[in-house]
């Protein structure tokens, strides 16, 4: 079992920015593929930017490339989410969630087996 704590959300202007991680405390994180997914209300959940084990692979939502940055530090078994110039359709609760296996990072949701409680990221105009 993985339990995964995500931080960083809150409340910030458009064109600011928040970092967000996402920790396994006590775990060993670095064998496995971590997604940032984000739901807004009254819409289904969606990937946002993942990273495969290792951190080389990275992958991202059209609509936040350029913008977002995933990362890990595995010595401190946290992943991260840099979100720079945010917009108010960025508003939505993000969650961090980790596979198993290897290669390139999973866009599906069903792909992951372990998920944090969220955490909210609100972008006023």
């Known amino acids: 079992q993985v339990q995964l704590v995500e931080s960083g959300g809150g409340l910030v202007q458009a064109g600011g920015s928040l970092r967000l991680s996402c920790a396994a405390p006590g775990r060993t994180f670095s064998n496995l593929r971590v997604g940032w997914f984000r739901q807004a209300p009254g819409q289904e959940r969606e990937f946002v930017a993942g990273i495969s084990a290792g951190g080389g692979i990275t992958s991202y939502k059209d609509s936040v490339k350029g913008r977002f940055t995933i990362s890990r530090d595995n010595a401190k078994t946290t992943v991260y989410l840099q979100m720079n110039s945010l917009k108010p359709e960025d508003t939505a609760v993000y969650y961090c969630?980790?596979?198993?296996?290897?290669?390139?990072?999973?866009?599906?949701?069903?792909?992951?087996?372990?998920w944090g409680q969220g955490t909210q990221v609100t972008v006023s105009s």
């Open positions: 969630a980790a596979a198993g296996g290897v290669g390139a990072p999973t866009v599906r949701e069903s792909d992951y087996h372990y």
